[in-house]
């Protein structure tokens, strides 16, 4: 194919099923950005940079159910524009609102603002197992659970870590095996000094949940990734938390609860709550003695 030079925007029709292996093959293709738009019908937007050779469409083939709407390519001067469309301020919970960080707009009444940068790392609040996730967070804060340590497993960009310290809680690390989110996760601290006013909200590192800062035992995990992942992770997720440690588990399809409950249980975790927005759950599992 020709060499773009200029940037390249892909509209796309995504099934929720499809999103995480889209997403994977979009990083490996050089993508720049991408987002689901958090109202309907939450379309799928993908960025291309400049001078990068974009993919063909007919990569999209290998994922059933997604579709090419739409694909147009801009200028420099477009790009700030062309990536804030579709990612607007919204509320989570009953305490949250997520502002994207051009968003000067001051936060609704009795709501704490979260700024973002919405693009690659994951956590920008936007997806249902994110929002899921901040309110079971919500729930835990208000039975005086959020005490520490606690560890966000898979973290992104932290924007969970962030929300549980916002909440109260304290003791907190973050990590992710991803690169870029090392970097992300320094970025939510600092756009967010408005409402830290320089308080430390979390550590955070890049590396696997056997690296050495992670140091038991923990009196609440979260753990917003895969299902699959948080199967093999199950077993050393119960070596470093004690009796009555808690666990918020999601990027879990409502298809697989049954699987995911099973899982749990196998594992020495009790399902105490099970939350659902669309297609996604997110579950509040208790430690076994």
Known sequence: MVE??????????????????????????????????????????????PHLEVPSAEGLKAFEGVLLLEAETFADEDWLEKSREGFGSFEVGKTFYIKPLWDEAPAPAGRTP???NPGLAFGTGGHETTRLCME???ELAEAGRLEGPILDIGAGTGILALTAFLLGAKELTAFDADPDCGPAMEELVELNQGVLQGRKPYDSFVGLLDNPRVNGPYSGLL????????????????????????????????????????????????????LQEGAWVAILAERMS
């Open 136 to 138: 079971q967070l919500e």
């Open 114 to 116: 979260i700024v973002v």
């Open 223 to 274: 753990a917003n990734i895969l299902l699959i992942t948080i199967q093999e992770l199950l077993p050393r997720m119960a070596e470093i938390t004690r009796p009555g440690s808690w666990l918020v588990a999601s990027g879990i399809l409502a298809e697989q609860q049954d699987e995911a409950l099973v899982s749990l249980v196998s594992q020495g975790f009790q399902p105490k709550k099970v």
């Open 4 to 49: 773009n030079t200029l940037h390249t925007r892909w509209r796309l029709e995504v099934p929720v099923a499809a999103e995480d292996a889209l997403c994977a093959w979009l990083d490996d293709q050089g993508a720049s950005a991408y987002y689901r738009e958090v109202d309907a019908p939450f379309t799928f937007y993908a960025y291309f940079p």
